[in-house]
């Protein structure tokens, strides 16, 4: 997340900078001589976090795993699944369960039947486990929050007067680019000039937002059933 921001400024100077050659321009300690336009985060703090906002809803996949005793012949799923996206194989109770040659795929209407509101399966054969897959609604929620970066820009030319046109260069370039940065969903903005034994710094503030997704409501590759030892 840093190094996108580095990156951007020094592709963005790079580009637009005159009077510094390509290879002057670059991070901070590796730029060596005259004249030359370092850049370094030297510093970052995260902003207050927002408050969780909903985003709607997504179709999800998931399994489960479903064991039925010797007389069951109903299931409840932890999840409602989508009309037609239902997967199942099954083993039978007198088949032993030997690695993956005795499962059998069985289809709606002929192995099971399925009430979609209430999320229950109903097998038509007596069946000991089955292994399901489908599709759910899942309802996507976003937490985010900001993360904000000091970076430095140090400018240093041959000459005092060199050094002051190649920083004037480098402020109407942020300036003039700052849209190339809005584009990555950074809001950069300049903050103040230092002045240094050999050089100017100047000092931007680079903001981005940090996000995540998540889905909630949704149970994924659950087990149902008895333990060995039960």
Request: proline residues 1%; glycine residues 10%.
């Amino acid at each position: 997340m840093l190094q996108e921001i580095e990156d951007l400024l020094i592709e963005t100077l790079r580009k637009n900078v005159k009077g510094v050659a390509m290879d002057q321009i670059g991070a901070e300690g590796l730029i060596k001589g005259t004249p030359s336009v370092g850049v370094a985060c030297r510093g970052f703090k995260f902003g207050a976090q927002q408050a969780v906002d909903s985003e709607g809803s997504k179709t999800v996949e998931i399994s489960e795993v479903l064991e039925l005793k010797k007389d069951e012949a109903r299931k409840r799923l932890k999840n409602k699944p989508e009309r037609g996206s239902l997967e199942i194989h099954v083993l039978e109770h007198n088949v032993k369960e030997a690695g993956k040659d005795g499962w059998m795929r069985i289809t709606e209407g002929e192995g099971y039947t399925v009430d979609y509101k209430a999320g229950i399966i109903e097998f038509t054969q007596p069946v000991w486990k089955a292994k399901i897959t489908y599709r759910t609604r899942a309802e996507v929620l976003r937490r985010a929050l900001k993360l904000i970066s000091k970076n430095f820009i140090d400018v240093r030319g041959g000459n005092g007067q060199e050094t002051d046109a190649i920083a004037e260069e480098v402020v109407k370039t942020l300036l003039a680019e700052s849209d190339v940065f809005e584009r990555r969903g950074i809001s950069l903005r300049l903050l103040k000039g230092i002045r240094l034994e050999d050089g100017l710094s100047i000092v931007c503030i680079a903001e981005k937002e940090l996000s995540v997704e998540f889905e909630v409501g949704v149970m994924e590759k659950i087990e149902i059933g008895q333990s060995k030892g039960s």
